[in-house]
């Protein structure tokens, strides 16, 4: 079975300083999209950024970017100088191509920004 | 932000009653899907919708079913609600299976 795990159930930093939050995932699959989502105290689940597995770059949107390792099942969330907006629960999640759009979420990291 | 509702935002209920939630989608997605959301699981998904009448079943579906008439709304019917099911429901759409889903703004659930 597909997994999604996130080892840091709870993080923190500073404003304006730069934090990675991880993942890592299982899968046989080759063809699939890497997503994380960001889901403030309002509970909105927000699209933050995504990645195709076949791509090489790693995808970046404004301060955040991601450090893809596909050899090593591994997709990081990098946020550079962290602002009190940025305070949420963090999501990454798994899109098998093959599988009818089924996303399989990881369990969530819980970032605080501290002021 | 995509055009996503979800009715009631907020319901409580007894053990036993049937419950439904309304998913309602401006943005013509063919695809829409059920999530709950539990503290420690993150989101997994109840049913799956590809069309109008056109359903499956995701990794949590026991207790549930829905139903999708038309294109804009899907619905997720408790039949017989339970504890176990007091949760935060979220629903979720994308143009195809390949990419990126949206989400509504969730709807609380308790089941006392």
């Known amino acids: 079975a597909q997994t999604v795990t996130q080892s840091q159930p709870e993080m923190s930093v500073q404003e304006a300083e730069t934090v990675t939050l991880s993942c890592t995932y299982d899968?046989?699959?080759?063809?699939?999209?890497l997503f994380w989502y960001k889901q403030p105290p309002s509970r909105q689940m927000i699209l933050v950024i995504r990645q195709e597995a076949y791509k090489q770059q790693n995808a970046t949107e404004n301060r955040f970017s991601v450090n893809f390792q596909k050899a090593a099942k591994s997709f990081s969330l990098k946020i550079s100088d962290s602002q009190l907006g940025d305070t949420a629960m963090y999501f990454c999640a798994f899109l098998f191509l093959s599988n009818t759009g089924k996303l399989i979420f990881g369990q969530g990291t819980t970032l605080q920004v501290k002021p | 932000d995509a055009g996503i509702t979800q009715s009631p935002r907020h319901k409580v209920t007894e053990t036993g009653t049937p419950v439904t939630l309304r998913c309602h989608q401006t943005e013509n997605h063919r695809y829409m899907y059920w999530y709950r959301q539990d503290p420690g699981h993150g989101l997994r998904l109840i049913h799956y919708s590809y069309g109008v009448k056109d359903t499956d079943k995701g990794e949590v579906s026991d207790g549930y079913s829905v139903s999708r008439s038309k294109t804009e709304d899907f619905l997720l019917t408790l039949e017989s609600a339970t504890s176990s099911q007091t949760s935060v429901y979220f629903c979720?759409?994308?143009?195809?299976?390949?990419?990126?889903?949206?989400f509504g703004p969730g709807t609380r659930l308790t089941v006392l």
């Open positions: 979720a759409i994308s143009p195809s299976g390949f990419n990126e889903q949206f």
């Open positions: 899968t046989s699959e080759n063809n699939y999209y």
